[in-house]
């Protein structure tokens, strides 16, 4: 089994900045894929961005494109989101998740462990 922990989030006001860590335990995640989704209040859990095992493919929701950015220290067994310029439709609770496969996707349901999840809120 894994656990992941998420933090960093946290209140933040539209046009700042945060980033978000992800460790994980029990097991090296090195050689898996790990992702970031987001679910906000009445919305669908959506895809946010996702990295394969060593960091050379990288896929990201339109919306957070060229603003947000994943990476991960496989030293460390954690990964990574900087999130710039945040808008208030950022405003979600953030989930990262990984599955026992190197290649990188956007579908949720490939993911077989999730953390618990940190709230970011972006105020006007």
């Known amino acids: 089994q894994v656990q992941l922990t998420e933090s960093g989030g946290g209140l933040v006001q539209a046009g700042g900045s945060l980033r978000l860590s992800c460790a994980a335990a029990?097991?090296?995640?090195?050689?898996?894929?790990m992702a970031w989704f987001r679910q906000a209040p009445g919305k669908e859990r959506e895809f946010v961005a996702t990295i394969n095992y060593d960091s050379m493919t990288t896929y990201y929701a339109g919306s957070v494109k060229d603003r947000f950015t994943i990476y991960r220290d496989n030293a460390k067994n954690t990964l990574y989101l900087q999130m710039n310029n945040l808008k208030r439709e950022d405003t979600a609770v953030y989930y990262c998740?990984?599955?026992?496969?190197?290649?990188?996707?956007?579908?949720?349901?490939?993911?077989?462990?999730w953390g618990q999840g940190t709230q970011v809120t972006v105020s006007a």
């Open positions: 998740a990984t599955r026992p496969n190197a290649d990188a996707t956007r579908d949720h349901w490939q993911y077989h462990y």
């Open positions: 029990r097991r090296t995640i090195s050689a898996w894929a």
